[in-house]
């Protein structure tokens, strides 16, 4: 490990080798089942399995915070050589976050009770990093204590820094019960719950939800999973998930390892012997949170997805989960049951560097030039 920034009472030290960070899963996990704030992708399984799959031809900068030999704090970055203008970038990101995968919810683990003076010295390390261009963090949690101080170090170094909304999620709050869940809804929302059901039952009387739990046959369920995605998708003509080598290994490893953990939960419904539809969603503290979905198109008049949908909602009811969160994405069905919004943010700071601008004019001005290029064409066709 090499030290970044001492401080006072913390120091920060930094991993670069993917070995170096297999090795700390047990206290990764430690500090992270504490912290006060936590997702699932800012776990170790999320992150060192998506470095696994993702991190070659790109840097690893693990930042680990001590007190001691107290671990504190961990924060998870890579450097990504990227090409804008025919000019080399070298953008600093969450381990997590890039390829293909879109997590949400990303950050530093920290400390519970500590996390300010942690993200603090964090922050001040990440600033005296050689080696990028562009800090490009995205989807982080606004109430984190890294999210304001890594944008308050950039400012006081003078660095061009920008933060914002990264997504806006639809998440429902879940009820003590089935029944007063059935109750909140509009009564012609509650008719339609109840209707799919039973209309389903009474054409297939054999037809069962339930969740795959066995650790031994999960690579079939996440076929099974994979066939109904693509199929659903290709049926309406649009792109879908589990399309690239690294997206597939990716997930079959984390799902493997979050089974074992108690944190996935695979819900399938079985029509005819033959399972038509599939939710994928992590469990996480008091939350079930939607990762992706499949459905036989050839069951679409039984509306196997909306069927599945309520059984999910009423299992996690029992389980006693206090939200479902339907992470990003726009669904109308989301909006339709969701019962509030929250937000994820970014922040983007900028060294004076000739790769950062490249990234200013690829990214900012030649789209606004090309909106207002646009607006003023369309305003004198008008």
């Given at each position: 490990?090499?030290?970044?920034a001492p401080?006072?009472?913390?120091?920060?030290?930094?991993?670069?080798?993917g070995?170096?960070?297999?090795?700390?899963?047990?206290?990764?996990?430690?500090l992270?089942?504490?912290?006060r704030?936590?997702?699932v992708?800012?776990g170790?399984?999320?992150?060192?399995?998506?470095?696994r799959n993702?991190?070659?031809?790109?840097?690893?900068?693990?930042?680990?915070?001590?007190?001691?030999?107290?671990?504190?704090?961990?924060?998870?970055?890579?450097?990504?050589?990227?090409?804008?203008?025919?000019?080399?970038?070298?953008?600093?990101?969450?381990?997590?976050t890039?390829?293909?995968?879109?997590?949400d919810d990303?950050?530093?683990?920290?400390?519970?009770?500590?996390?300010?003076?942690?993200?603090?010295?964090?922050?001040?390390?990440?600033?005296?990093?050689?080696?990028?261009?562009?800090?490009a963090?995205?989807?982080?949690?606004?109430?984190?204590?890294?999210?304001?101080?890594?944008?308050?170090?950039?400012?006081?170094?003078?660095?061009?820094c920008?933060s914002?909304?990264?997504?806006r999620?639809?998440?429902?709050?879940?009820?003590?019960?089935?029944?007063?869940?059935?109750?909140?809804?509009?009564?012609?929302?509650?008719?339609?719950?109840?209707?799919?059901?039973k209309?389903l039952?009474?054409?297939?009387?054999?037809?069962?939800?339930?969740?795959?739990?066995?650790?031994?046959?999960l690579?079939?369920?996440?076929d099974r999973?994979?066939?109904?995605?693509?199929?659903?998708?290709?049926?309406?003509?649009?792109?879908?998930?589990?399309?690239?080598?690294?997206?597939?290994?990716?997930?079959?490893?984390?799902?493997?390892?979050?089974?074992?953990?108690?944190?996935?939960?695979?819900?399938?419904?079985?029509?005819?012997?033959?399972?038509?539809?599939?939710?994928y969603?992590?469990?996480?503290?008091?939350?079930?949170?939607l990762?992706?979905?499949?459905?036989?198109?050839?069951?679409?008049?039984l509306?196997?997805?909306?069927?599945?949908?309520?059984?999910?909602?009423?299992?996690?009811?029992?389980?006693?989960?206090?939200?479902?969160?339907f992470?990003r994405?726009?669904?109308?069905?989301?909006?339709e049951?969701?019962?509030?919004?929250?937000?994820t943010?970014f922040?983007?700071?900028?060294?004076?560097?000739?790769?950062?601008?490249?990234?200013?004019?690829?990214?900012?001005?030649?789209?606004?030039?090309?909106?207002?290029?646009?607006?003023?064409?369309?305003a004198s066709?008008?």
């Amino acid at each position: 490990m090499t030290q970044v920034a001492p401080d006072d009472t913390i120091h920060v030290c930094m991993i670069e080798s993917g070995d170096a960070l297999a090795d700390l899963g047990e206290r990764w996990e430690r500090l992270h089942a504490d912290a006060r704030l936590a997702s699932v992708f800012s776990g170790f399984d999320w992150q060192h399995l998506w470095w696994r799959n993702y991190g070659r031809g790109r840097q690893l900068r693990l930042l680990l915070a001590f007190d001691g030999e107290a671990l504190v704090g961990i924060l998870p970055l890579h450097v990504e050589r990227v090409r804008m203008l025919c000019w080399p970038v070298r953008q600093l990101r969450f381990v997590g976050t890039g390829g293909d995968t879109s997590p949400d919810d990303l950050g530093p683990v920290l400390m519970r009770g500590r996390e300010s003076e942690v993200a603090q010295a964090l922050a001040k390390a990440v600033m005296e990093l050689a080696g990028w261009d562009v800090l490009a963090l995205t989807d982080m949690n606004p109430a984190c204590a890294f999210t304001t101080a890594i944008e308050a170090v950039a400012r006081r170094s003078r660095l061009a820094c920008r933060s914002g909304c990264s997504e806006r999620i639809a998440f429902m709050r879940l009820p003590t019960s089935w029944d007063d869940w059935l109750a909140s809804l509009h009564r012609d929302r509650r008719y339609r719950v109840r209707n799919i059901r039973k209309k389903l039952v009474a054409a297939h009387p054999d037809a069962r939800f339930f969740v795959w739990n066995d650790a031994t046959t999960l690579d079939a369920g996440i076929d099974r999973l994979m066939y109904l995605h693509r199929k659903r998708w290709r049926a309406s003509g649009e792109s879908h998930g589990f399309s690239s080598s690294e997206y597939v290994a990716f997930h079959r490893a984390v799902m493997a390892a979050c089974l074992a953990r108690d944190r996935l939960r695979l819900y399938c419904l079985e029509i005819g012997g033959n399972i038509a539809a599939m939710f994928y969603f992590y469990r996480f503290r008091d939350s079930v949170y939607l990762m992706q979905s499949g459905f036989d198109p050839d069951y679409a008049d039984l509306k196997p997805g909306q069927v599945l949908l309520g059984h999910v909602i009423e299992h996690a009811i029992g389980e006693g989960h206090a939200m479902l969160d339907f992470l990003r994405g726009e669904h109308r069905y989301k909006d339709e049951l969701a019962t509030g919004k929250r937000e994820t943010v970014f922040v983007q700071v900028q060294r004076i560097r000739l790769g950062a601008l490249a990234y200013q004019v690829r990214r900012r001005w030649l789209p606004a030039l090309k909106r207002s290029f646009k607006a003023k064409l369309n305003a004198s066709g008008s």
